[in-house]
């Protein structure tokens, strides 16, 4: 077992405190960080408001026979559990009481709930790109029941991922504070990244097949239309660009960072090289906010295309209220 630097990672030290309380573990709380914990904890909330109001649109229509839906508020469910892993861990923040078994299990948790989302995205973009290349047989491989093995699957296959902590698969430094880097094992760690990394590609190849099929189609209709001298036009293109550009640029700028710099401690060391203010774990938590932001973002890019929740919104209270004060500052 590491025993280097002890002295700030053991349970329980007293030491003075120039912030505004103690935590349960001795560490010093400052208002900063009561101010960022308060911030993350409301985007916490958000996510999960924005999700379940998503969750509620979608179940009115859940005995539609349309997968998109159903795998649809399944991004919607892992992304509300995600919200409520921010908040809690918030709470963790600032009395930080430093149970080992609670430890793995909240980090276990909250591997499950990104991993899930990533895989229920890849699954999603399969499918949009099986309807768009092969319209016809499209009901005949797609069907409701294939769908929910497939998320069963998903769910079961982040979950198992999720307890390989606490089935043994960690450090098992049991003396230190919740630490992600000195807690999880170094195995483990790029195991998890290659099962993130693993749906981005293939999301990200399925995109660029779907620009390519779009291309494709819109020169056979330009071809068309100009044997019948009429004038061609070029807009499905762009948007297929535009929509791969939105959906696969939002999760790579939200989750690369946290990957590289994850990736980057555990192979090149370079929290040997940190100042003690800005240890890795430290940096770790900040990088996570940014990470957990996909989650409400995942809302905007892939629910707010259908017509349901376009209607719903601009029928709620929130669209009215901000209709009201665009008006008023027009005035």
């Not at 299990?105 to 973009?125: Q, V």
């Not at 995109?207 to 020169?219: E, F, I, P």
């Not at 061609?232 to 960072?257: E, H, K, M, N, Q």
Request: with cysteine.
């Amino acid at each position: 077992m590491d025993m280097t630097n002890s002295s700030e990672h053991l349970l329980l030290i007293a030491t003075p405190c120039d912030g505004l309380f103690n935590s349960l573990n001795g560490h010093c709380v400052f208002w900063q960080d009561v101010v960022i914990n308060a911030s993350v904890f409301f985007l916490g909330f958000c996510i999960i408001f924005t999700n379940n109001w998503i969750i509620w649109n979608l179940f009115s229509r859940s005995n539609d026979e349309d997968t998109s839906l159903v795998i649809l508020m399944n991004l919607a469910i892992a992304d509300t559990f995600t919200g409520g892993i921010v908040m809690y861990d918030t709470v963790y923040n600032i009395t930080q009481f430093s149970v080992y078994v609670e430890c793995i299990l909240r980090i276990g948790a909250f591997i499950f709930c990104s991993l899930s989302s990533g895989l229920i995205i890849m699954l999603l973009t399969f499918e949009r790109l099986f309807k768009i290349t092969n319209p016809y047989s499209y009901r005949k491989y797609f069907t409701m029941k294939r769908t929910r093995v497939g998320l069963v699957v998903v769910w079961m296959t982040s979950l198992m991922v999720g307890l390989l902590p606490f089935f043994g698969w960690s450090s098992k430094n049991v003396l230190y504070l919740c630490s992600f880097f000195r807690t999880m094992s170094g195995s483990y760690i790029v195991f998890v990244l290659t099962l993130h990394v693993i749906p981005f590609l293939c999301t990200l190849c399925a995109y660029l097949w779907m620009v390519t099929v779009v291309r494709r189609h819109v020169t056979a209709i330009k071809q068309i239309r100009r044997t019948a001298g009429r004038r061609a036009r070029g807009r499905s293109t762009s948007r297929a660009v535009v929509t791969t550009l939105i959906v696969v640029g939002v999760y790579f700028l939200c989750w690369a960072p946290i990957g590289f710099f994850t990736m980057s401690v555990v192979v090149f060391k370079i929290d040997r090289h940190l100042p003690s203010r800005w240890s890795a774990d430290v940096l770790l938590t900040y990088l996570l906010v940014l990470a957990v932001s996909n989650s409400i973002f995942n809302p905007l890019i892939y629910a707010f295309k259908l017509d349901i929740i376009r209607r719903q919104f601009r029928a709620s209270v929130l669209f009215r209220c901000l209709k009201l004060c665009c008006k008023v500052n027009r005035q």
